[in-house]
């Protein structure tokens, strides 16, 4: 199952995590990061300016996880302005080495197989960070989601639409529709990360690491992954079961083995 790091805060978090994203640069400068949108990974990138201050990432590529359909690219809340503003740009990462898959209607039959080939060019991705939604999705791979889906277009839940309401002016503006990496596609990252906070999250995180396989919680399709590690909060952690022995394994890790 995957590894749970149970931590006091957002921040620590972040810190946490951007630790381990700087030692991949290091080691491998030409690293394929898959980036996720939304609140939950901001702490991420906010801790990973100053790691990667003064680090040539003139090479490091990157794959967000989704984009809107429909929406004008150019739109603040579109995935690839949101990644531009969160990531590319804070980071002085190469834009033309992070991409997003392309929602634009025309075309969007091709988009997803078009994605996944860029994704297989790049030789896969070594990092994967993901969020969870409150119905379980990761990526924007709602309830029903096979676990072998790959990029492709999906219909938005009402649930996840009205919890992203917030960035838009009303629910009405919210796209109803999204391309997104598939299960399978996110299955292939060689090191998938999670990251949950509050307890508005808490259900869907005890789902997905404790509960029963199910394409109807998406994010349960992690515990097939050999390198899958959960970072939460105390609130997003209060429906574990075994929140103490993850503590304690936690604890008692040897240094050397990172996340
Ligand atoms: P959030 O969204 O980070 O804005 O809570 C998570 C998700 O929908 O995957």
Redesign the pocket.
């Known amino acids: 199952m995957a590894e749970v790091v149970i931590v006091e805060s957002k921040e620590r978090a972040g810190a946490l995590v951007a630790d381990e994203i700087a030692e991949l640069i290091a080691s491998r400068p030409d690293a394929v990061l898959g980036l996720?949108t939304?609140?939950?990974p901001l702490p991420v990138y906010e801790a990973l300016r100053a790691r990667l201050a003064g680090v040539d990432v003139s090479r490091v590529r990157g794959f967000a996880l989704d984009e809107y359909v429909g929406l004008d690219p150019a739109h603040p809340e579109s995935y690839r302005s949101v990644i531009t503003r969160e990531v590319v740009e804070p980071l002085g990462l190469d834009p033309a080495l992070v991409h997003v898959p392309n929602g634009a209607e025309d075309g969007i039959a091709h988009a997803g197989p078009d994605y996944e080939a860029r994704i297989a060019e790049a030789g896969g991705i070594d990092l994967q960070l993901l969020?969870?939604?409150t119905d379980g999705?990761?990526g924007f791979n709602e309830p029903g989601s096979s676990f072998a889906s790959r990029t492709r277009v999906k219909t938005l839940t009402e649930q996840?639409r009205e919890?992203n309401a917030r960035f838009f002016d009303s629910l009405d503006d919210v796209p109803m529709h999204c391309i997104t990496q598939g299960l399978g596609t996110i299955l292939e990252a060689r090191h998938l990360v999670l990251l949950a906070f509050g307890e508005g999250k808490a259900q869907a995180v005890a789902d997905a690491v404790e509960g029963p396989l199910s394409a109807f919680l998406p994010g349960s399709a992690i515990q097939l992954h050999p390198h899958a590690t959960v970072v939460v909060d105390e609130a997003a952690a209060s429906k574990l079961k075994l929140a103490d022995y993850y503590r304690w394994t936690f604890a008692h890790k040897p240094a050397w083995q990172g996340i």
């Open positions: 996720a939304g609140s939950t969020g969870i939604g999705h990761i996840t919890d």
